[in-house]
């Protein structure tokens, strides 16, 4: 009688897991989620030695990567939350995101310069203006600015990552910088739809992904100087 019950407690142990790792993958899918650490990779080390990009080359890789953010996530996101963040991936304003945060850097730059001439003649109402201060806030820009900050200089190996100077200097410019990236991301998004996306930010598990996709980041950033 007890081989039977251990029996069914493993098996019960190995169903689970493997119904916990098909929403794990069909997460990272459906949110793009190599494809963004991918293009993290490109941007923060563009100008890194070959001994940067190789290291970084081995911290992004998309086994570690997936390995991150299982054991980030493990006591964060519950099976549930992953089905709820899934059917966002899945919906139309979810998949929208996800294109346009992948979105060539071509179109970025365009979209970069249009909105840098909208802002200098004062064709953003002010009502868009307070949107784009409310997304930024939902996602928790201080926290964006430091850990891309960190993962900038660390890509550039232990000594730079000891440098003030140096950290002072990229923060400053990632503080300039972010507000105006974001609202390039979202510029063909109408009001309700950037509103929507603030609401899925200000909800419970859009918090709790926020939180993991940070610690997921942070930990790379250790990774890159280790």
């Known amino acids: 009688m007890k081989k039977i019950f251990l029996f069914m407690a493993l098996f019960a142990t190995a169903l689970f ?6 929403l794990v993958d069909e997460y990272l899918k459906k949110s793009a989620y190599y494809e963004a650490f991918e293009r993290m990779k490109q941007d923060i080390t563009v100008e890194v030695s070959a001994d940067g990009i190789q290291k970084a080359n081995e911290v992004f890789r998309p086994k570690n990567l997936k390995e991150i953010f299982v054991r980030v996530s493990k006591d964060s996101l519950s099976d549930d939350d992953l089905k709820q963040l899934i059917t966002f991936y899945n919906s139309p304003l979810g998949i929208k995101y996800v294109k346009t945060a992948n979105e060539s850097d ?46 900038m200089v660390n890509a550039n190996g232990k000594q730079e990552a000891s440098s003030a100077s140096v950290k002072k200097g990229i923060s400053d410019y990632m503080k300039s910088m972010a507000p105006f990236i974001y609202q390039t991301l979202l510029i063909d998004f109408s009001d309700s739809e950037v509103k929507a996306l603030v609401k899925q930010y200000k909800s419970h598990v859009g918090k709790k992904e926020l939180e993991v996709v940070y610690g997921v980041m942070e930990e790379i950033s250790k990774q890159l100087i280790q």
Do not use: P, Y
């Open 106 to 151: 071509d179109v970025f730059g365009k979209n970069m310069v249009k909105i840098d001439e909208d802002m200098e003649q004062n064709r953003v109402s002010k009502d868009r203006l307070k949107l784009f201060d409310e997304f930024i806030v939902a996602i928790d820009i201080d926290r964006v600015v430091k850990i891309t900050s960190d993962l």
């Open 17 to 22: 897991g493997d119904s916990r790792d098909v």
